[in-house]
């Protein structure tokens, strides 16, 4: 893949993210014309260099965003200000995404990581869907999709056929209620996750929101999603099979890990507020921050010093896997953001608002049709990355429409998470489906079909309740 490709010049390449994410906080934090032209060509670099190793729908995104160019270039009549702010946004995602990256290459050596996760596996059957449920949902908050890996992994391991006393019965009904707790707890971080990419993507498309204002909705939402779904899990338990009973762990592990995930969390609050900048870009802070912290603290263990220069020797000699082990996601969500980026000054605005009411969709109906948008779309294989990004952009403003904006994103929030316990195509039904050998089809449409069929209306009424209760 490299040959013909001087050394140094590879070598070079693998520093293009770090010097996008560099460019990209100094333009955020600095207002800095000087870290955009940093940022932007490094960016485009990176792109090119990862292009082989990428997947389809990466590619495919890519492909689009430069098909969009064009298409810009040719119908506006300032296209290469609008391309440059595009480009800025897929800067500023690619740098998101990358920084969440960092704090999971620290969490993935951690032996405190592995040692909460077996403290979640060793729970009691009645008390196993909401300890691996919310489990998962605040180790999401660090290490991001890695947790079902994590997770599914020590999930094999403990359901053994020994460990299920011998019965296949038992070893299978295991293995699919500890898997879909895994799934709904995953999938509760768009609602509850204040350093998730969905909160970014929401309020970066929506300049009036706060996660202070988007919290106070988006919580309870997510507690009828787990409620729901714990109730779902005791009514449809096999109650005639027997399984041994596993010995509790200790919990100091996992109370350990949820001082860790509050610190961060707290640091990166503490970032917004003192430092005067939005919590997407605290994000970009807090999260290398305490990524490299963490990371040598570990390097300490390994014997005298701070760990510091360990920590900094392991990211320089594992900087290609490292920063290249981000290169879909940042193509993802990155090239979704670019599209939409150019989309949206191409659309009249008053004109769709305009078009909307006329079809009748007003007030919570468009939220309601909204969320069905994205949740067909992603049946149909489009990651709720680009359907969102789209909606939310084009719909900064929803009073037009009679609709509260906390409600539009809570309405989002609510079908990215629907889409990730539905959609076959999404990157978290690919990861359980390939642990457990099953199809995505199966896992989505018939072992998680009743959850979503009961958990849909209930969402919808939701949103009809909290646009009545907020306009």
Known sequence: MNLGVPRPLRRALDYTLPVCMFGTLLALTANSEIGQWMARPALLLYLLAQWPRQERLARGLQLAAVAGTVLVAALHSDPLRIILDALDRFCFFA???????????????????????????????TWRYPTLSLGAALFGLIINIGVLNLFGAMVQR???????????????????????????????????????????????SMPSLRWSTVAPVAFPTAALVFVIGWALDWLTRPRHLNAPRPQPAALTPLLSFAALAGAITVLVFAISYFGGVRLPVAVLIACPLSAFTWLALQRRRLGGGTGVRRAAALMYRHSRLIFGANRNEVAVLGGSAFIGSLIIPLVDRAALASALLDTGLYGASAAAVALLVVLTLAQLGLNPIVSV?????????????????????????????LAMISSPFTAAMMVISQLIQRSPYTVAWRWDGLFFMVLLPVIVGWLFVLNGWLG
């Open 389 to 417: 990004t789209l909606i939310a952009g084009l719909f900064s403003d929803t009073h037009v429409i009679g609709l509260e904006p906390v409600v539009l994103a809570v309405a989002l929030l609510s079908a990215w998470s």
């Open 95 to 125: 740098t998101f995404v990358s920084s969440l990256g960092l704090l999971r290459v620290s969490a993935m050596r951690s032996l405190l990581v592995r040692q909460a996760g077996q403290v979640l596996i060793r729970q009691q059957p």
């Open 158 to 204: 403990s359901n053994s056929l020994k460990a299920a006393g011998g019965d296949p019965k038992v070893q299978q009904v295991r293995e699919r209620r500890m898997m879909l707790s895994l799934l709904r707890g995953f999938a509760l971080a768009p609602l509850v996750s204040p350093l998730g990419i969905s909160l970014a993507v929401i309020l970066s």
